[in-house]
């Protein structure tokens, strides 16, 4: 799992851990606080279910984070490239669940989330690959 530590936290963020934080953030209900910290004012997004401005997006995070208040989200891979960054995750709505594998592809303008798409995958109770999703 990817955490920050109170030293990277103190120097500048790298457009990585940004967007770690600003996911970490949202999971942990902190949704309106990541998007004022992070979100750039024209930002948009491609997650089909939700208009596609960051009002409707937030409100959205916002009701999740309160239906799900013991959600469990674990960075397990992030990678930078110029103004994007690629984070794939382990989240969980609740400890029952076997939760889902989600990619988050962010873009990245004058150091603000200005972009986002997500795409989950559920993660199967029963798989013949040996190897999980992790």
């Given at each position: 799992?990817?955490?920050?530590?109170?030293?990277q936290q103190s120097k500048p963020l790298?457009?990585?851990?940004?967007?770690?934080?600003?996911?970490?953030?949202?999971?942990?209900?902190?949704?309106q606080e990541a998007f004022q910290k992070?979100?750039?004012?024209?930002?948009?997004?491609?997650?089909?279910?939700f208009a596609g401005d960051s009002k409707?997006?937030?409100?959205?995070?916002?009701?999740?984070?309160?239906?799900?208040?013991?959600?469990?989200?674990?960075?397990?891979?992030?990678?930078?490239?110029?103004?994007?960054?690629?984070?794939?995750?382990?989240?969980?709505?609740?400890?029952?669940?076997?939760?889902?594998?989600?990619?988050?592809?962010?873009?990245?303008?004058?150091?603000?989330?200005?972009?986002?798409?997500?795409?989950?995958?559920?993660?199967?109770?029963?798989?013949?690959?040996?190897?999980?999703?992790?």
């Amino acid at each position: 799992m990817i955490k920050l530590s109170i030293e990277q936290q103190s120097k500048p963020l790298s457009l990585k851990e940004k967007s770690i934080s600003f996911l970490q953030n949202v999971a942990l209900g902190n949704v309106q606080e990541a998007f004022q910290k992070y979100i750039g004012p024209d930002f948009l997004h491609h997650n089909p279910f939700f208009a596609g401005d960051s009002k409707s997006l937030m409100i959205a995070m916002e009701e999740s984070a309160t239906e799900n208040t013991n959600k469990r989200f674990e960075v397990k891979l992030a990678i930078q490239e110029k103004d994007m960054v690629t984070v794939y995750s382990h989240i969980k709505q609740s400890s029952e669940d076997p939760g889902a594998a989600v990619v988050h592809i962010l873009r990245f303008k004058d150091n603000q989330i200005v972009e986002m798409w997500d795409i989950g995958q559920p993660i199967p109770k029963d798989s013949p690959n040996e190897n999980g999703m992790f």
